[in-house]
């Protein structure tokens, strides 16, 4: 299917499990959620739901948290990610509608 998430993006996870997984308790996980470093999804029940890519994230936020990373600090990093990502998301589409425009073909 196209469009459909890979199954690294899926949130199909409960709490429960990526409690196991990653060794935080469930109110850690719920406080990093609160801090706005991880996006579950909620099921129609209201419970929430992770992705692997979730656990991956819980895991480095974890680790970034063990040496002394403030929350804070993780968020600013996780903002600048994103906005590099975006940036080079729209360099390369901008790139494509140049090429496509221009009948430049790639090799």
Known sequence: MAGSPSYKERKV??????????????????YYEERKLIF????????????????????DIAN????GVQTYEIRQEMLRKERKE??????????????????IQRE
């Open 13 to 30: 996870i409960t709490i429960g499990v990526v409690s196991e997984l990653t060794g935080l308790s469930e109110r850690q996980i719920r």
């Open 40 to 59: 579950p999804e909620r099921s129609p029940k209201g419970n929430r739901k992770y992705s692997f890519l979730d656990v991956e994230q819980l895991m």
């Open 64 to 67: 970034k948290r063990e040496e």
């Open 86 to 103: 975006a940036k080079l998301n729209r360099k390369e589409l901008l790139r494509g509608e140049i090429n496509a425009r221009f009948g």
